[in-house]
């Protein structure tokens, strides 16, 4: 059994595949294991896919059928045999070092989760830096710590593997944006605690040809459409345990990125 499952969506990602896998293999940690769903990619991903996994057993192949991304990630959490549940966009990739700092932290607490910090190349998405291992149990300062109310993303979080299956965590399969925004703020009012990680060791690559970012006409629409949902959650858990002041300050700190 591994000590980390690592869930990969992968959907027309060729360009950026291999860098992704490569951060993988270069990691200082070794017991992990890669569950790369192939979620009908239309690119060259399933053979890049293919050719990574003959060379190394610890990438396990979901071919699939196009579902979208949250059923990508619900099938690698049925899959998941590690003690801890890390999401890993395929266009993103992390330093060497990522997953030894990540559980070091997770080993040293008792928190459900562990939160990282992040780089971006995508100048519409402020960085975050965390200085010091932190701990924190209840909602409202979590949710300060964090920043989860505006940057929600799964991949900033190691999940203890217990922790999701014990509370039957799915990702919302009506859902192709946002969310991330209801797992991770459900995650949140579960969790017994958050633990923060003060290395930025994720590089969030933004990608204009990702399903997400599609040209499509009515696909934007729908996208648009969700972007709204997860604004209005956002908003009523912000309301529901008290923290609209963080909300407004976020939003306020976003508008001068």
Known sequence: MPVVSI??????VEKYL??????LIAQTFDDWQAICVNDGSPDNSGEIL????????????????????????NDGIKNAD???????DADDWVDADFYQHMLTVAGDTDADMVCCGFVSNNKHCRPIVYKSVDVRYTIADKLRTTWALTDSYVWRYLFN???IKKNKMKFDTKLIA??????????????KAVAIVPYVNYHYMF???????SRDAAHHARVKMQYKIGKEYRRAFAKKHGVMRLWRLRKLMNLFK
């Open 7 to 12: 869930i990969i969506p992968i959907y027309n």
């Open 18 to 23: 291999r860098r992704c896998l490569d951060s």
């Open 50 to 73: 293919a050719e990574y996994a003959a060379r190394d057993a610890r990438f396990k192949i979901i071919t699939k059928k196009n579902a979208g991304v949250s059923a990508a990630r």
């Open 82 to 88: 590690g003690k801890y549940i890390h999401f890993l």
């Open 161 to 163: 593997a217990e922790f």
């Open 178 to 191: 946002q969310e991330d925004t209801l797992f991770v703020l459900n995650a949140i009012e579960k969790a």
């Open 207 to 213: 990608n204009e040809n990702s399903a997400l970012n």
